[in-house]
C-alpha cells in the first residue's frame, strides 16, 4: 500500500474512533461487557466496515488490506485510541495475532475453516498457553498440559489460565505438549480446538484490573479432548518456534494499540493542566509539571521510534526477537509512565471516572506482564548481548 493510501486509512480510522468507538467506551468506562458484549462488538464492527477500514492487517484474500507491520504501526495507534477501537476494527488481542499465526502457518483447509471467518469477523479465537504454577507462565517450557498420540489424532489433559477472550471464543490455539518433560526447552504442539470439543471447558473468569477485552481472562480446562491430526498447527512437537511467529509481531502491535490510548491520556491531561490555575499561574507554565509534560512526550516519541525500528527488521523477514524484546520492555514501562503521569497531572480527576485518564492507566499495567514480563526480556536481551561478546551459543 503506498503511503498517501495509508494516511487515507489513518483519517478513515480517526473518523471511525471517534463517531462509534470513543462514545462507546466513554459512556461505559471502557468496560466492554457493560457496553453490550457480543451485541456492541457486532455494532462496532459495522461502523469500521462501513468505513472501509476493517480488519487491515488480515491477508487480502480473506478480506483484509494486507498492511506490513510499519503501515500497521499509525492505523492501530489511532484505533488504540479508543479502548474499543481495536475491537471495531478487528485488530485486538489475542485475534490479532492469531489471524497473523494462522496466516503464516495454517493449512489450505485451516485457512478456510478457522482463518477466513476469524478474518471477516464471524467468530472469535483464543491463545491458550499459560498455566496455573507449576506450569508454563513466564517460563512457557513449564508447559505441562499434554497431548497424548491415539489413533487419528491426540487427547488434550491440562488447566490454562488468565486465557484473553475464551468466553465466546469459536475456537481455541491449545499449546500442549507432545514429548519432553515440564522445562524440556522442545516437545510443545499448537492445536485448533473448537470451543465445542467435548472435554473442553470454560471454568470461570479471572478477575483483573482491566475491563475493555471482550470475553475476559478466563481459565479453560481440558479433559481428554480428542482433537484430530489434521488441527495440529505447523508441525508436532514445532510449537514453540511458531509460537515466537505470533509473538514477536503481537508484541508490536500491543505497542502500536497503547500507544494510542495512552497518547489520549496525555492528550487529555496537557488539557486540563493549560487551563486549570493554581498559585498563581497556569499549572501548564510551573516547572515541575513542564517536567511531566515534557517525559511525556519523550516517552511516546522514544516508544514509536523504538516500534518503527522493530517493524522493519519484521517487514524484511527478520526474527527480530532482540528488537522487539527491546521495544516490548521499553514501550510497555515507558506507556505506563505516561498513563500514571497523565493520572498525577490531573489531581483528583485523574482518578476519577469524570476523565478517560484513570481507565487507561488500569488497562495499560498488565502489558508489563503479558507478551513476556519485562524481567523476562531484560534476561534474553542481557544473555544475547553476552553471547554477541563471547561468542557463545544459545
Ligand atoms: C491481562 C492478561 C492477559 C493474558 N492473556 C493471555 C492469553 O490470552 N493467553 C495466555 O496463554 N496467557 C495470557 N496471559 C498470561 C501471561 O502471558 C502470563 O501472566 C505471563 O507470561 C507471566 O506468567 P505468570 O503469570 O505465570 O507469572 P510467573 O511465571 O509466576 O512470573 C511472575 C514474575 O516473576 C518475574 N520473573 C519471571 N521470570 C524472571 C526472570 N527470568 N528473571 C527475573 N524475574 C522473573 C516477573 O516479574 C514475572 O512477572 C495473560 C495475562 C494477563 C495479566
Redesign the pocket.
Known amino acids: 500500500m503506498d503511503r498517501a493510501a495509508v494516511d487515507l486509512l489513518v483519517e478513515q480510522t480517526i473518523s471511525v474512533i471517534q463517531d462509534v468507538a470513543l462514545p462507546l467506551d466513554d459512556a461505559h468506562d471502557g468496560d466492554i461487557a457493560a457496553a453490550g458484549g457480543e451485541a456492541a462488538r457486532r455494532m462496532l464492527q459495522a461502523g469500521a466496515r462501513a468505513a472501509g477500514v476493517f480488519a487491515p492487517h488480515a491477508p487480502v484474500d480473506c478480506g483484509g488490506l494486507g498492511l506490513s507491520m510499519v503501515e500497521r504501526a499509525p492505523v492501530f495507534e489511532e484505533a488504540g485510541y479508543s479502548l474499543f477501537g481495536p475491537l471495531a476494527l478487528n485488530i485486538a488481542a489475542?485475534d490479532e495475532g492469531n489471524i497473523h499465526l494462522l496466516d503464516k502457518v495454517a493449512t489450505v483447509d485451516q485457512r478456510e475453516r478457522y482463518l477466513q471467518p476469524l478474518s471477516r469477523g464471524e467468530i472469535r479465537s483464543?491463545?491458550?498457553?499459560?498455566e496455573p504454577a507449576p506450569g508454563a507462565?513466564?517460563?512457557p517450557t513449564m508447559l505441562m498440559t499434554t497431548a497424548s498420540k491415539v489413533d487419528g489424532g491426540w487427547i488434550v489433559n491440562g488447566r490454562?489460565w488468565?486465557?484473553?477472550g475464551a468466553d465466546g471464543a469459536a475456537f481455541f490455539i491449545t499449546m500442549a505438549r507432545t514429548s519432553g518433560e515440564p522445562g524440556s526447552a522442545g516437545g510443545a504442539t499448537m492445536f485448533v480446538m473448537p470451543a465445542t470439543t467435548d472435554g473442553v471447558d470454560l471454568i470461570r473468569h479471572v478477575g483483573?484490573v482491566?475491563r475493555s477485552m471482550l470475553g475476559g481472562?478466563c481459565e479453560v480446562g481440558f479433559r481428554d479432548a480428542f482433537v484430530p491430526d489434521d488441527h495440529v498447527l505447523g508441525g508436532v512437537d514445532e510449537g514453540f518456534r511458531y509460537a515466537q511467529v505470533r509473538l514477536g509481531p503481537a508484541r508490536m502491535t500491543h505497542v502500536m494499540r497503547w500507544t494510542g490510548a495512552v497518547r489520549r491520556a496525555h492528550e487529555v491531561a496537557v488539557r486540563h493542566v493549560a487551563f486549570r490555575r493554581a498559585f498563581g499561574a497556569r499549572l501548564s507554565d510551573l516547572g515541575l509539571m513542564q517536567q511531566l509534560i515534557a517525559d511525556n512526550e519523550i516517552d511516546l516519541a522514544a516508544t514509536r521510534a523504538l516500534l518503527l525500528q522493530a517493524c522493519s527488521v519484521l517487514d524484511d523477514g527478520g526474527r527480530a526477537s532482540h528488537a522487539t524484546s527491546i521495544t516490548k520492555t521499553f514501550a510497555a514501562e515507558a506507556l505506563h509512565r505516561v498513563a500514571d503521569r497523565a493520572v498525577q497531572m490531573c489531581g483528583g480527576l485523574g482518578v476519577s471516572t469524570e476523565l478517560p485518564v484513570a481507565k487507561i492507566a488500569r488497562e495499560v499495567r498488565?502489558f508489563r506482564?503479558?507478551d513476556?514480563?519485562s524481567?523476562?526480556h531484560r534476561?534474553s536481551i542481557a544473555k544475547r548481548a553476552v553471547r554477541a561478546i563471547t561468542g557463545e551459543t544459545p
Open positions: 489475542p483464543a491463545f491458550a498457553m499459560t507462565g513466564a517460563d490454562k488468565f486465557i484473553t483483573t482491566d481472562h498488565p506482564i503479558y513476556g514480563p524481567e523476562v534476561w
